[in-house]
Structures are given as C-alpha cells and as structure tokens.
C-alpha cells in the first residue's frame, strides 16, 4: 500500500513511491484524451500540476482563499464552449460539474505508477459558471466592507460585477 500523507490532494503520493514530478506531468500532457485545456479540482492539485509542469493549472470551482491568485491568470470567459479537463487524486462527483458542461465523463488516468481521476467536460458553460461559481467567489472573497473606498478590481471588471 502506498503511504500517504493528505488525503484527496496530489500531495498524497510520497516521492519514494512514484516518480511525483514524472506522474503530473504525464497526467498531465495525457489530459484524458481530449486535447482540452487541464484544470484541477482544488488548489493543492492546481499548485503542484502547475510546478510541475511549469503551466498555469487554474482550480475549477471556488476553491479556497489560496486559489484567489487563478482569479488574476485565469480569463474563464475565454473557456466558453471548449472541452476542459478537471483533475483530481480521488474521484470527482460528476454532479459537481454537470451545470457547467453540456456533457461530462468520469476517466481514470493511469501514469507512471499514480492514478489520477479524470473530469471530461465537453462544452463549458460560462454564464452557469459565472452564476454558480464567481458570483459566490465574489460575495466570499471580495466582498469590501462598507465604508471602505473601492478602486478598480481586475475580478469585478473582468467579470462584470459591480
């Protein structure tokens, strides 16, 4: 049995296992077959596939205070209509993701001794996006208090909120 240090994240392999850095990247490059952009289901997997594999690895979904630095490299506009893959260390509920995609899969990616899981989703939604994700991002993490002056906000701009 593999030794593992934290569930649910990429950080769970230990080096003396598998060949970590070898494993993202394949998972990586691998994408589940779609040739789609690669996104990871929570900021751990997103910061490791990202050093990794020297790309920026946006989180899908609100991910924690920590994943607020995508908000500034990542244009989820620009995803409108393409097929993305979502990768994850443990399984990923496929209910999670069917209301940003007209379709989703559930892949097993295997590579270099790790299994990663796999989210295909074909045809991203950016207006359900915007609605289920952002706008809850904006109310949790930008939310300026009363009182304060606001000046511009790239997340406010990029995304038309006011």
């Known amino acids: ?68 630095h995508d908000d500034i490299l990542t244009d989820w506009r620009a995803f409108q209509g393409r097929d993305l893959v979502i990768l994850g260390r443990e399984p990923l509920a496929l209910q999670e993701y069917r209301p940003y995609f007209r379709e989703v899969e559930a892949r097993r990616i295997e590579a270099r001794g790790a299994t990663f899981h796999a989210v295909l989703g074909r045809g991203f939604d950016y207006a359900a996006y915007r609605e289920g994700v952002l706008k809850p991002v904006r109310e949790r993490w930008y939310r300026i208090p009363r009182g304060l002056p606001v000046g511009r906000c790239y997340f406010f701009e990029r995304y038309g909120f006011q």
């Open 1 to 68: 049995m593999m030794p593992v240090r934290k569930r649910g994240s990429f950080a769970s392999f230990t080096t003396s296992a598998i060949d970590t850095p070898s494993a993202l990247r394949s998972a990586h490059e691998r994408g589940g077959g779609t040739g789609g952009p690669v996104s990871a289901s929570c900021t751990t997997s997103g910061t490791m596939l990202s050093f990794h594999t020297r790309r920026v690895v946006p989180v899908f979904g609100p991910g924690s205070s920590h994943a607020r």
